[in-house]
């Protein structure tokens, strides 16, 4: 029996393409612009959170709305210039965006803009300007048709000067969440809010009232954001999962899950940041973009294809360091950018097909899909097996033809490189490969007669 079984002839649905990222391809002042990377990783759809072209404000709020004592209905109250480039750069690489309404994480000792707006109704109104502006085309504005408005990122930390991104207390978040979704829906019913960007869904106390207040206010939840930094699999198995039966067992079945903040993260956040452990810093941030953070990454996104997970964000795109496993300082791709690439690769295959490990072996993943062109293609995914050599199977493809199989590697030697392109002529349908312990393996086979 195969280690992986891959049934070209089995459809079960569509794969999900998941592979989105925070914020856009350009930073410091757009000297660093990867665009052609996102470009050919097909990323789907961007969360601007935290931008940094050329700080880390561009789309917060009191960055095109400096003054909270103007007129919201009038445009010169507004500043758009630097938010209208910033998006202007994401949406040239083909993305979609998710419009964070909010503030950027304040990292420094006295926090300047994380207090709730003296107004909630005012601030809800400076929203729906910024929504005109950028879907409606006013104030000199555009018709980019932007969906998906989301309200704050992590407000469920404890109260008090400790939080990074709301200075209130949890029921003033509920408040002015509420105010400000059901003024956006007034204006446009057809777009899609949502927050509130979750530290954690197991914040339950945050999430239990968060949830109860809207279902309670009749408050539209068209989407719930959270976030996961970890290196259990597990965890985002069960995360997933908790976070649609919470929203089921409120009264929000139609509300769309998303995990729009995740990616690999070994280290300990309550020590990392001190100033003697630079090199503890180091090591937990190149794990990030490394072979290992890569193989995590296409494990999450096999993973997820399975989940009620609707939308996915990895955190970071931009080419910046830390939080970016994607880039280097230089815009140079790292293995965990390739993770993505090869994903893209399997997105040209959408028509998913049943592809299976053998339940005895541990961490070893397999999705595989097919084209109307006749091709298949398979993302396998060792992120902590034995490094050993792996039996292949492939059923159900067309006897009468000779296939082409090109197999991609990427692990600590390759950046999915092509490793092996062989024929396989018909009836030859099984071969063994070496899959090291954090690798990924992107396999396509092309019908040659």
């Given at each position: 029996?195969?280690?992986?079984q891959i049934?070209?002839?089995?459809?079960?649905?569509?794969?999900?393409?998941?592979?989105?990222v925070?914020?856009g391809?350009?930073?410091?002042?757009?000297?660093l612009?990867?665009?052609?990377?996102?470009?050919?990783?097909?990323?789907?759809l961007?969360?601007?959170?935290d931008?940094?072209?050329?700080?880390?404000?561009?789309?917060d709020?009191?960055?095109i709305?400096?003054?909270?004592?103007?007129d919201?209905?009038?445009?010169?109250?507004?500043?758009?210039?630097?938010t209208?480039?910033?998006?202007?750069?994401v949406?040239a690489?083909?993305?979609?965006?998710?419009?964070?309404?909010g503030?950027?994480i304040?990292h420094?000792?006295?926090?300047?803009y994380?207090?709730?707006?003296?107004?909630?109704?005012?601030?809800?109104?400076?929203?729906?300007?910024?929504?005109?502006?950028?879907?409606h085309?006013w104030?000199?504005?555009?018709?980019?048709?932007i969906?998906?408005?989301?309200?704050?990122?992590e407000?469920?930390?404890?109260?008090?000067?400790?939080?990074l991104?709301?200075?209130g207390?949890?029921?003033?978040?509920?408040?002015?969440y509420?105010v400000?979704?059901?003024a956006?829906?007034?204006?446009?019913?057809?777009?899609?809010?949502?927050?509130y960007?979750?530290?954690?869904v197991?914040?339950?106390?945050?999430?239990d009232?968060?949830?109860?207040?809207?279902?309670?206010h009749?408050?539209?939840?068209?989407?719930?954001?959270?976030h996961?930094?970890?290196?259990?699999l597990q965890?985002?198995?069960?995360?997933?999962?908790?976070?649609?039966?919470?929203?089921?067992?409120?009264?929000?079945?139609?509300?769309e899950?998303?995990?729009?903040?995740?990616?690999?993260?070994?280290?300990?956040?309550?020590?990392?940041?001190?100033?003697?452990?630079e090199f503890v810093?180091?090591?937990?941030?190149?794990?990030?973009?490394?072979?290992?953070?890569?193989s995590?990454?296409?494990?999450?996104?096999?993973?997820?294809?399975?989940?009620?997970?609707?939308?996915?964000?990895?955190?970071?795109?931009?080419?910046?360091?830390l939080?970016?496993?994607?880039?280097?300082y230089?815009?140079?791709?790292?293995?965990?950018?390739?993770?993505?690439?090869?994903f893209?690769?399997l997105?040209?295959?959408?028509?998913?097909?049943?592809?299976?490990?053998?339940?005895?072996?541990s961490?070893?993943?397999?999705?595989?899909?097919?084209?109307?062109?006749?091709?298949?293609?398979?993302?396998?995914?060792?992120?902590?097996?034995?490094?050993?050599?792996?039996?292949?199977?492939i059923?159900?493809?067309?006897?009468?033809?000779?296939?082409?199989?090109e197999q991609y590697?990427l692990?600590?030697?390759?950046?999915?490189?092509?490793?092996?392109?062989?024929?396989?002529?018909?009836?030859?349908?099984?071969?063994?490969?070496?899959?090291?312990?954090?690798?990924i393996?992107?396999?396509?086979?092309?019908?040659?007669?």
């Amino acid at each position: 029996m195969a280690d992986i079984q891959i049934y070209a002839n089995r459809e079960i649905g569509a794969i999900k393409p998941l592979h989105g990222v925070n914020n856009g391809p350009v930073c410091y002042g757009s000297l660093l612009d990867v665009t052609h990377y996102y470009k050919r990783a097909g990323i789907p759809l961007v969360r601007l959170h935290d931008p940094n072209w050329p700080n880390a404000r561009e789309v917060d709020i009191y960055t095109i709305f400096p003054d909270f004592s103007k007129d919201p209905s009038d445009p010169a109250s507004y500043d758009f210039a630097t938010t209208d480039e910033y998006i202007r750069t994401v949406l040239a690489t083909g993305a979609k965006i998710i419009y964070r309404l909010g503030v950027s994480i304040e990292h420094t000792k006295e926090k300047y803009y994380v207090d709730p707006p003296e107004d909630f109704a005012k601030w809800a109104q400076i929203c729906i300007g910024i929504i005109r502006h950028y879907n409606h085309g006013w104030a000199n504005g555009f018709h980019y048709n932007i969906e998906y408005w989301e309200i704050w990122n992590e407000p469920d930390k404890p109260v008090g000067k400790t939080n990074l991104m709301w200075g209130g207390t949890w029921e003033q978040f509920y408040e002015l969440y509420g105010v400000a979704a059901k003024a956006i829906k007034q204006f446009d019913p057809s777009l899609k809010v949502g927050g509130y960007g979750a530290t954690s869904v197991k914040v339950k106390k945050f999430m239990d009232e968060f949830l109860a207040y809207c279902r309670d206010h009749a408050v539209p939840l068209d989407f719930f954001s959270w976030h996961i930094y970890g290196a259990d699999l597990q965890r985002f198995v069960n995360e997933s999962r908790y976070a649609r039966e919470e929203l089921d067992r409120y009264g929000f079945p139609h509300a769309e899950s998303h995990l729009n903040e995740w990616n690999y993260f070994d280290g300990d956040f309550k020590t990392l940041w001190l100033p003697e452990n630079e090199f503890v810093r180091r090591g937990v941030f190149e794990r990030m973009k490394s072979h290992i953070g890569a193989s995590f990454v296409a494990a999450v996104l096999t993973l997820l294809q399975d989940l009620p997970v609707d939308v996915a964000n990895y955190y970071d795109g931009q080419p910046t360091a830390l939080f970016c496993g994607l880039f280097d300082y230089y815009g140079v791709p790292q293995k965990a950018y390739y993770a993505l690439d090869a994903f893209q690769q399997l997105c040209q295959h959408p028509v998913r097909v049943e592809a299976s490990a053998d339940p005895s072996l541990s961490g070893v993943y397999a999705l595989a899909g097919t084209n109307d062109k006749g091709e298949t293609a398979a993302l396998i995914t060792n992120v902590n097996g034995p490094s050993r050599h792996y039996t292949i199977g492939i059923s159900g493809l067309d006897g009468r033809r000779e296939w082409l199989c090109e197999q991609y590697r990427l692990d600590d030697q390759h950046s999915l490189q092509l490793v092996d392109s062989r024929r396989i002529a018909s009836g030859e349908h099984e071969f063994r490969l070496f899959l090291p312990h954090h690798s990924i393996l992107f396999a396509k086979l092309s019908p040659i007669s």
